[in-house]
């Protein structure tokens, strides 16, 4: 078992000297991951600067609420309201519907709110420090429809803080701490005890360090948020040539390193495929839903599709006569927000590499030529692509 771990470990340190030596990338690559820790860590300094400001203040917070317990004093009724009217957003999807009355520390609720809401509405009122007791007199219905203040909102689903999406400064560290720890004793010991309770930190490591959810990070499930983000880049030309550069879909992978091909199907759909990890192709299917000549592109992936991704792309021409491409995209990895993360330490997500080929394009629009999959572009070899695929 010894020379199986001394040989993958060989193994492993062989890979990564070729993928940071490499001549042509290596330098590059070496820039990226020295770029990519610095950000980190920086990250990692914020984070723990905040975790130290969240924990004091719970701290004086919970030494409050004690003192208060023992003194007894009635709180002013006004102090009562904005304490109240504070956690309502928590506990209610439409709080500007409820209006908020004390008297003597009686507290009274009114206006519209969803059935399915007032039990716990009312519970955590009650709750607040200094409310004698709560009258209801509230109108309750069982959907919002033609009720005016009960239009759009967001569904709160009350869930504990370790339940919720984002955990806090303080919380973060801690499970951090907790997950490093149990990584820790693992190395230490061997026993089968010691191995779960790695893959236990394992776990809460990476929930406190992507602070997302574990579908999200996983990417499994219906409901497992996708990766944002947006891009913006001027390039000196008009309009009219730049959308006609991106709404040739088919001609992109001249320029478009992380793309392959692009073939049309028909009726607006098109199957693309690009580079994935390990020099590996990942395909998928996607249909354009706005085509504004000169002005947006929009496109989404049809269902289904092994990547699930949509985005739009605008086109505005600017101060200087050029044109501002605004690019906003989302996507749902494979992988999930895990194989995100990995991807982009080696600058092999979808933003790395759309901000790179968004310089390709600029590159090849304004002086002629750009150099791609590692051969050099120019206007007439995309112009005669063009041509080809038209005929």
């Known amino acids: 078992m010894g020379i199986v771990k001394i040989a993958a470990s060989c193994f492993a340190a062989g890979a990564g000297v070729m993928y940071l030596a490499d001549p042509d990338r290596g330098k590059r690559r070496r820039a990226l991951i020295c770029d990519q820790s610095t ?6 300094s914020r984070l723990v600067d905040k975790a130290q400001r969240d924990a004091g203040n719970r701290t004086r917070g919970a030494a409050c609420a004690v003192g208060a317990a023992f003194r007894n004093s009635r709180t002013d009724d006004d102090v009562l309201v904005q304490r109240i009217r504070s956690r309502l957003g928590r506990l ?44 209801s007199k509230l109108e309750m219905h069982d959907s919002p429809e033609n009720i005016s203040s009960l239009q759009g909102g967001t569904p709160r689903e009350g869930r504990s803080g370790l339940m919720q999406q984002n955990w806090t400064p303080a919380l973060r560290v801690t499970a951090g701490g907790l997950g490093g720890a149990l990584i820790a004793y693992r190395l230490r010991n061997d026993s089968a005890l010691a191995t779960a309770g790695a893959l236990a930190g394992t776990a809460i490591l990476g929930r406190a360090v992507l602070n ?39 001609k992109l992978p001249r320029f478009m390193t992380h793309l392959k091909e692009v073939h049309a199907l028909g009726e607006g759909k098109f199957r693309w495929t690009a580079e994935g990890p390990g020099g590996t192709s990942v395909s998928w299917e996607a249909e354009t839903t706005q085509n504004v ?24 021409e600017n101060s200087n006569g050029g044109t501002r491409v605004s690019i906003r995209m989302r996507y749902k990895p494979p992988a999930g927000i895990l194989g995100h993360y ?45 041509q080809g695929v038209r005929k």
């Open 293 to 316: 000549p000169n002005k947006l592109l929009a496109w989404r992936s049809v269902p289904k599709s092994r990547v699930e991704t949509e985005g739009i792309v605008r086109f505005d």
């Open 92 to 135: 209610v999807s439409h709080p500007h519907a409820i209006e908020v009355n004390s008297e003597n520390s009686n507290v009274t609720l009114a206006g519209h709110v969803l059935k399915s809401e007032v039990e716990r509405l009312e519970r955590c009122v009650r709750a607040v420090p200094g409310v004698r007791s709560v009258e």
């Open 212 to 250: 997302r959810e574990f579908k999200d990070i996983f990417g499994y499930g219906d409901g497992a948020r996708v990766v944002e983000f947006a891009k913006t880049i001027h390039i000196q030309a008009p309009v009219n040539e730049v959308f006609r550069y991106w709404s040739d879909y088919e």
């Open 342 to 386: 990995v991807a982009a330490l080696f600058g092999r997500d979808p933003k790395s590499e759309i901000d790179d080929d968004m310089v390709r394009l600029k590159s090849l629009i304004e002086i002629g030529k750009t150099r791609a999959h590692g051969v050099r572009v120019n206007r007439e070899s995309v112009a005669a692509a063009r």
């Open 39 to 44: 950000r980190l860590w920086n990250q990692f």
